[in-house]
């Protein structure tokens, strides 16, 4: 059964730094390209950044490119989310996500997904940004 974790979320304030980090088990993990995807409140799933199964080439929508960083460990089977100069825009519950179009969201600029359009996500981590 396919289980992602996530943790690192928390209280920061605006321009600080987080590490958002996702254990994945359950499926092997080499084989799948991962996401981040988050949800504010009262908006819907907004897909933020995308890794290949290899580990070289990285995608991010454009609210958070070259502020966020993802990462894999194949190693650990870890997933990382650095995300600097937040913003509190950036608040939101954060998701790892697999089996989702992220590359149509990342060609097409329409980053909001629908739920039924991501296979398995886990259950968030909160990230919260204010002074």
């Known amino acids: 059964e396919v289980e992602l974790v996530e943790s690192g979320g928390g209280l920061v304030q605006p321009g600080g730094s987080l590490r958002l980090s996702c254990a994945a088990s359950?499926?092997?993990?080499?084989?799948?390209?991962i996401s981040w995807v988050r949800q504010a409140p009262g908006k819907d799933i907004e897909w933020v950044a995308g890794?290949?199964?290899?580990?070289?080439?990285?995608y991010y929508s454009d609210p958070v490119k070259g502020r966020f960083t993802i990462s894999r460990d194949s190693a650990k089977n870890t997933v990382s989310l650095q995300m600097d100069n937040i913003t509190p825009e950036d608040t939101a519950m954060y998701y790892c996500?697999?089996?989702?179009?992220?590359?149509?969201?990342?060609?097409?600029?329409?980053?909001?997904?629908?739920?039924?359009?991501?296979?398995?996500r886990g259950q968030g981590t909160q990230v919260t940004v204010s002074s």
């Open positions: 359950g499926f092997q993990f080499n084989s799948k390209d």
């Open positions: 890794i290949r199964k290899d580990g070289i080439d990285t």
């Open positions: 996500a697999i089996d989702l179009p992220y590359l149509r969201a990342y060609f097409t600029g329409k980053y909001y997904l629908r739920p039924g359009e991501i296979g398995h």
